[in-house]
Nanobody, 125 residues
Framework: QVQLVESGGGLVQAGGSLRLSCAAS????????MGWFRQAPGKEREFVAA????????YYTDSVKGRFTISRDNARNTVSLQMNSLKPEDTAVYYC??????????????????WGQGTQVTVSS
């Protein structure tokens, strides 16, 4: 079992930055691929970024490449999403998720077994 708790959401103006954090419980955090997804009102939950269990490989959806950075600290059981140059279209509830390390593709929400409760990010124009 893994429990995930997100923090760091809020209201920011376009062009601004936010840093989301996800704290995980459990001793096996380092064996999971960690992902961030987001869901805007009336839309399906979509992949944002993922990082392999070892931290050596990251994945991003095209719309956030160059603006968002995912990182993890296995010693502290945390994963973070640094979001820069935010745009109004980034407005959504952001979810942290955990998938068993050998399951793929990381962009597919169905491979993730554990989810946080979500944190709201609102970008004003």
């Amino acid at each position: 079992q893994v429990q995930l708790v997100e923090s760091g959401g809020g209201l920011v103006q376009a062009g601004g930055s936010l840093r989301l954090s996800c704290a995980a419980s459990g001793r096996t955090f380092s064996s999971y691929t960690m992902g961030w997804f987001r869901q805007a009102p009336g839309k399906e939950r979509e992949f944002v970024a993922a990082i392999r269990w070892s931290g050596d490989t990251t994945y991003y959806t095209d719309s956030v490449k160059g603006r968002f950075t995912i990182s993890r600290d296995n010693a502290r059981n945390t994963v973070s999403l640094q979001m820069n140059s935010l745009k109004p279209e980034d407005t959504a509830v952001y979810y942290c998720a955990a998938a068993p390390r050998f399951r793929s593709p990381y962009t597919d929400r169905r491979v993730y077994d554990y989810w946080g409760q979500g944190t709201q990010v609102t970008v004003s124009s």
